[in-house]
C-alpha cells in the first residue's frame, strides 16, 4: 500500500512539472489529435504563450498520451545471470553430492561382496529408520520459503525465534519414532518374518545417524536460503569424504554392519558441521531450554516402556510362545503404551504461547486437507 501511494505521488509530481513545461511541439500535437486548429495556428509562440492558451481538455489529453507511452514502455525486469548461475550451480552440485552420498553405502556393499543375506537386512533395517527424519523433511517445506523473506526483510530475531520453535517441535515428533525404533527394533524387523529380527543392531545405527540429523534441525537450509550454498555444497562433498574413508576401513572387518556406522558417523558429522557454521556465520542456535521438555518426557517414557519389555521377555507364557510362532511379537501392544505416556507427559510439561501458535497453524491446515 504504501509503494502504491508514492508511486501515485510520483505521477502527481510529474504531471505538475510537465504542466509548466509545455512545449510547442506537445501543444501541437495534442490539438492535432483532437483535430482542432491547423498546427500553424501556434508558430509565433511556444512554451509559457502555448501553455496559457491550452484549455483544460487538450492538457487532459497530453498527459493522457505521456502516461499512455510510459505504460507502454514498462518491460520486465531481467535477472542478472552471473547472480542467478552463482545461486543454482552450487545447489546443483550439492544435489548431485547428496545424491551420491545417498548411494554409497549401497556401492560399498557391492564392493566388499557382501552376502546377500546381510543386504536384505541392511535394506530392511534403513527402511525403517527412515522414518525418524519425516518430521523434519515436512517441516523443511514450511519453514524454507520462511527462512528467505525474514533474511531478506532483516527480520533476524523473527527468525530466530522460528528456527528454535520449528526445531524444538522437530525433535518433539522425531523422538518417539527414535526409541520405538530403538526399543522395538527385533520386533520390527521381525514383521515380515524371514529372519530379519537379527538387523536390530543395524536399525539401532541407523536410527543414530537419523536422530542427530533430526535433532540439529534445519540448519542445512538455514545455510542455503542466506546466501552459503558453495558452504553447503562443501558440506556435503565432506560428508561423501568421511562416508567412503570410514566405509572402506569398517565394512571389509563388520560388514554391512560397519557400512551402517560409518553412513551413521558420516551424517552425523556432516550435521555437526552445519550446526556450528549456522552458529558461526549466521549468530544463530536452534534450542532453548523448554526443549528438555520432550527429551525428558521421552526419557521417561522409554524407561517405563523398556522396564516393561524386560518383564514380558522374562514371563514364557503358552500365550506369547503362540504369538511368536505366527511371527506376532506381544512386545509391539507396548507401542500405544509408550506413545501415551509420552503424550501425557508432554501435556503435564504445559507448552508455551508460542508452540500454541504452530499448533493452530497445524490444526487450520488438517481442517483444510479435510474440506
Known amino acids: 500500500m504504501e509503494r502504491r501511494t508514492a508511486r501515485l505521488q510520483s505521477i502527481q509530481v510529474e504531471r505538475i ?61 531481467g535477472y542478472e545471470l552471473r547472480e542467478w548461475i552463482s ?54 517445506v514450511m519453514f524454507t520459503p520462511t527462512i528467505a523473506e525474514l533474511y531478506g526483510k532483516g527480520e533476524i530475531q523473527k527468525l530466530k525465534t522460528m528456527f528454535k520453535i520449528v526445531t524444538k517441535w522437530t525433535i518433539t515428533f522425531s523422538l518417539p519414532v527414535f526409541w520405538i525404533a530403538t526399543l522395538f527394533s527385533r520386533s520390527l524387523l521381525d514383521l ?28 542445512g537450509y538455514m545455510l542455503v536460503m542466506t546466501g552459503h550454498q558453495k558452504l553447503s555444497f562443501l558440506n556435503s562433498l565432506t560428508a561423501v569424504i568421511v562416508n567412503v574413508v570410514l566405509g572402506v576401513i569398517l565394512t571389509p572387518h563388520y560388514g554391512a554392519m560397519g ?30 531450554m523448554d526443549t528438555l521438555k520432550p527429551i525428558l518426557a521421552s526419557l521417561v517414557s522409554a524407561g517405563v516402556t523398556g522396564s516393561l519389555l524386560y518383564l514380558l521377555d522374562s514371563i514364557n507364557l503358552p500365550t506369547f510362545r503362540l504369538l511368536r510362532v505366527v511371527n506376532l511379537s506381544i512386545d509391539l501392544t507396548l507401542i500405544p503404551i509408550f506413545v501415551g505416556l509420552y503424550i501425557l507427559l508432554l501435556a503435564l510439561f504445559r507448552i508455551g504461547p508460542e508452540d500454541q501458535i504452530v499448533l493452530n497453524a497445524l490444526r487450520k491446515k ?5 474440506k
Open 17 to 77: 512539472n510537465a504542466a509548466h513545461d509545455y512545449s510547442y511541439s506537445d501543444v501541437c500535437a495534442a490539438r492535432y489529435c483532437r483535430g482542432f486548429l491547423p498546427l500553424s495556428l501556434f508558430e509565433w509562440g511556444r512554451d509559457r504563450f502555448a501553455y496559457q492558451h491550452v484549455d483544460r481538455r487538450d492538457r487532459q489529453l497530453y498527459f493522457f498520451l505521456k502516461m499512455f507511452n510510459r505504460v507502454d514502455s514498462v518491460r520486465p525486469r
Open 192 to 219: 515380515p518374518g524371514n529372519g530379519f529380527g537379527e538387523a536390530w543392531p543395524l536399525l539401532i545405527a541407523f536410527s543414530l545417524g537419523a536422530i542427530v540429523n533430526a535433532g540439529t534441525g534445519s540448519v
Open 259 to 288: 557400512t551402517a556406522i560409518a553412513t551413521g558417523i558420516a551424517i552425523s558429522v556432516v550435521n555437526l558441521m552445519r550446526l556450528l557454521q549456522v552458529r558461526v556465520l549466521l549468530k544463530m542456535q536452534p534450542y532453548r
Open 366 to 370: 488438517l481442517r483444510r486437507g479435510k
Open 87 to 140: 545461486f543454482a550451480a552450487p545447489n546443483f552440485l550439492t544435489s548431485i553430492v547428496d545424491i551420491v552420498l545417498e548411494s554409497t553405502d549401497t556401492l560399498l556393499l557391492a564392493f566388499f561382496a557382501i552376502g546377500n543375506i546381510a543386504i536384505g537386512e541392511y535394506a530392511a533395517a534403513i527402511r525403517i529408520s527412515v522414518f525418524i527424519a519425516l518430521p523434519l523433511q515436512a517441516l523443511n
